[in-house]
């Protein structure tokens, strides 16, 4: 976690308290629980990993009423602080305010400059009259929201319970200020946190009590003063784990990003040259892995001409550039008809998103590495060659489709033109012998009726639809030089009267079916 190694051995000397299984017997008193216990290695890659240099802010009360001479909480606390000054982040941010009846003013510096300044702000020996915890929380919470760090943290380090007689605002419990303080506490935005952590420097005080007071998020890390170090590694660990969730929290949805570097925009490439794949992490603070990495939207016949790594790591923001190119540049398809003609196909990349670091976010920070399921971005248009030859099938299928269609027509086109085979005979009245007309086929028939009659005439004979199976019907049209077209239906062997002409319907015996 330190990028100082001259600060690395304190750090490593507090961790080491941590990892003894101290932090899992502590009780979750506030309304968050404390940090998991875990290896530090594992803990201290996944923050360095995760968080980075991104800086928290820490506010450190320190009481210095007259009681912390007693038992001497206060020689201990003067002891613990310059190692956790030295274990803090080159980037972070810290103030601190001793109190008693007032309270130091927050005054955001850096871990050196704190350092410098440890015993210039804290007196040699606690001589305060008072326990003006409302006085220190005011100073913490305005300095706190000064700073531009999204996580922070207020360190409270006291033996005694609240005790402020001469200030009318925070002398108890009911008084008006700590709603106030409440607010400002809580009111902080969506994409930044606040935490109080207690340490009870003796037995029964009511440094918790405070804090439940002030803060919607707290813990109490210490009741007996017997653990400073540890607690104050504890509160800083914790700090960091809070920033982690928020990293992690920030990168939700978001994964990696494809582009085509080299391509014109709007030209297609030519499936010949050799192509540029980029793949860049849009993350913030996860590293991303594509797994089962591929090319898709390839036409049959079409391939890498080498293939594709299948798996690629990238830190976060991180790019990547995968050259390839297809071999052979000639797609083949199976057509209507044979030949080659041009194509343009639409390259995409595919594949798994995930992070490496799923496991410990879920572990360490409480919080799902909710990203993309696969990467994003523009495809990329090829222009190819596409050799067709005839598809047997299909011209296969396209001939039962047209008999399957054909057969329902045929049989409608048969039963609308029936075919005829026999013989009607037409007689006038006063005629010496009738006139035969002989049907055959499907054919429209006409008869010259002039030798029937006195005047020109004429007759039309067709078959009427009708049932294959049985004789067709026939239906006769007589037009005469004085009188209109006339019709009338005639069955098989049926005698009609038409136009003063009879006529008699004989089918042929080759007709009956």
Partial sequence: MMSNNRLGAPRRALTALLTTGVLSLMPA???????????????????????????????????????????????????????FLKSLHPEDRVCLIPFSDGARACEMMSRDEALEELDEALPTRPGGTASNFGRAFEQALDGLQRTGTDVCGVLLLSDAELHAPDDSRY????????????????????????????????????????????????????????RIGAAMTEAQDDTRLRQAALSVAGDKGKGIAVSW?????????????????????????????????????????????????????????????????????????????????????????????????????ERYAHRGADLADGPAGASLAVAGTAQTSADAL?????????????????????????PVQGLVSAEAVDARQPLQIPLQGRREVTA?????????GTVRIKS????????????????????????????????????GIEFHYTPLPAQRL
Wanted: aromatic share 4%; with cysteine.
């Fill in 394 to 418: 299909r011209w296969a299928a396209l001939l039962v489709l047209l008999l399957a269609a054909s057969v329902p027509s045929g049989v409608w086109l048969l039963r609308r033109n029936r």
């Fill in 171 to 226: 002398r108890d419990f009911e008084a008006s200020g700590w709603s106030a303080l409440r607010k400002q506490a809580s009111g902080l935005p969506a994409d930044r946190t606040l935490t109080g952590y207690g340490i009870g420097l003796t037995s029964g005080s009511a440094v918790e009590d405070v804090l439940a007071k002030v803060f919607p998020a707290y813990q109490m890390l210490d009741k007996s003063g017997s």
């Fill in 29 to 83: 008193l506030g309304p968050c629980a404390p940090a998991r216990a875990a290896g530090a290695g594992d803990l201290e890659s996944f923050l360095d990993t995760v968080v980075g240099h991104r800086g928290a802010s820490y506010a450190v009360l320190v009481d210095t009423s007259q009681s912390m001479a007693d038992n001497g909480s206060y020689d201990k606390v003067r002891a613990v602080l310059p190692t």
């Fill in 448 to 456: 010259d009726l002039s030798s029937l009659l006195e005047s020109t």
């Fill in 261 to 361: 570097p080299g391509t014109g925009k709007g030209r297609p490439v030519s499936a010949g040259s050799d192509m540029r794949l980029r793949l860049t992490a849009t993350t913030k603070a996860l590293p991303v892995r594509l797994t089962g990495l591929r090319i898709e939207g390839l036409p049959q016949g079409v391939a890498l001409a080498e293939d594709l790594p299948r798996s690629v790591d990238l830190r976060p923001g991180e790019s990547r550039d995968l050259d390839f190119s297809l071999s052979p540049a000639t797609a083949h398809h199976e057509d209507w008809f044979g030949g080659a003609e041009p194509e343009t196909w639409h390259l995409s990349v595919a594949g798994k998103v995930s992070t490496p670091l799923a496991a410990d976010a």
């Fill in 464 to 499: 009427v639809p009708g049932p294959l199976r049985e004789q067709p019907t026939i239906r006769l049209r007589c037009r005469t030089a004085d009188r209109p077209e006339r019709e009338i239906v005639c069955s098989p062997g049926q005698t009609v009267l038409l136009c």
